[in-house]
């Protein structure tokens, strides 16, 4: 009886006793079934696949600027974003930058200078566990 309407719910899942979790494959064939009928669903990226996210301290360039020096060092960038006040409506001289995971990802730590002008570069660490989450 339980197995009938948890399939009728929850289809392409199996109930097991030793684990609530749903397994990759069976979480694909969920989403893949979503997406075919067109239903709303959200789905976190796997701590793997995430981009590597830093923040750049002390910097008035601008976003272009950031990125093309970046670039120029061999990193490929996903997103800049500029920190701002909201109530003053002014922008602080902080990065949120995301970078895509390659071999030399590590290496914009030790990065010191954009553009002749001397910065702080630090990870940011998340806030939160590192669970893949999907709803």
């Known amino acids: 009886m339980l197995d009938e ?5 929850f289809p392409f899942t199996e109930l097991t006793a030793e684990s609530p979790l ?5 979480k694909k064939k969920i989403i893949e079934f979503l997406n075919k009928n067109e239903k709303e669903h959200a789905v ?8 590597h996210k830093i923040v750049i ?3 008035d360039h601008s976003k272009e600027e950031i990125s093309k020096e ?3 060092n061999n990193f490929k960038i996903i997103r800049i974003n500029q920190l701002r006040n909201f109530r003053l409506k002014t922008f602080y001289p902080i990065f949120l ?4 995971k390659t071999s030399n990802v590590n290496e914009i730590v030790k990065l010191e200078y954009i553009s002749y002008l001397k910065v ?3 990870q940011r660490f998340p806030t939160c566990g ?6």
């Open 57 to 59: 301290k002390a910097c």
């Open 44 to 51: 976190s990226e796997a701590p793997q696949t995430r981009p």
């Open 97 to 100: 930058v995301e970078i895509a």
């Open 120 to 122: 702080t570069v630090q």
């Open 5 to 9: 309407a948890f399939e009728i719910v």
């Open 130 to 135: 590192t669970r893949t989450q999907s709803w």
């Open 70 to 72: 970046l670039e120029r």
């Open 22 to 26: 749903i397994p990759l494959k069976m």
